[in-house]
């Protein structure tokens, strides 16, 4: 892993900046960066993930149909937007989306981490209630008692679902 220490940070200008480049090889996507910026001044923190080769847009579609499929491996891009129609729920790109590569148990993990942060800051009822209901329906999900469609739409094309199971479908851009 590449690192540069003691740069300057483009929130607090401190020189507590620190810069990570790293090379992986992930089965099925090729080769990959993953970038990341870390402050230890005012705690900015950002990462990205981007193919070594150009990628077209994308869209991955998975039905999960059981506990097995929260391994399968996820790859997500700043850029891509992450919905799971079964729950209504949905994470678009925007200035704090961040790249990762996880797997499906931790993507429906950074839903739940939401919508904990919704219900703990929130002082309505039924906002708490909503998302009680839909806590229980996501633990529901990662023990594979009830099915989803995971989908991820991305222009740039770093992102993918490495699994058999998942379709690709061309992304209308």
């Known amino acids: 892993m590449d690192k540069l220490e003691n740069q300057n940070c483009p929130f607090c200008h401190e020189k507590k900046l620190m810069l990570t480049q790293e090379e992986i090889e992930i089965p099925y996507f090729g080769k990959t960066f993953l970038f990341g910026m870390q402050c230890s001044g005012c705690g900015y923190d950002e990462s990205d993930i981007e193919a ?4 077209e847009p994308s869209k991955y579609v998975l039905e999960t149909s059981g506990e097995e499929d929260m391994k399968i491996r996820v790859v997500k891009s700043s850029q891509a937007t992450v919905k799971i129609p079964t729950l209504k729920m949905e994470v678009k790109p925007g200035p704090i989306s961040e790249g990762y590569v996880s797997n499906v148990e931790g993507v429906l993990d950074r839903f739940k981490k939401i919508i904990e942060e919704q219900r703990d800051l929130s002082e309505d009822e039924d906002v708490k209630q909503n998302a009680k ?6 633990w529901k999900v990662k023990l594979g008692d009830i099915p989803i469609k995971l989908i991820i739409e991305d222009p740039s094309g770093n992102s993918a679902i490495i699994s058999p199971k998942a379709k690709i479908e061309k992304l209308k851009v």
């Not at 209901?133 to 996501?138: F, Q, T, Y």
């Open 133 to 138: 209901n839909l806590l229980k329906k996501l």
């Open 52 to 55: 070594d080769e150009p990628k």
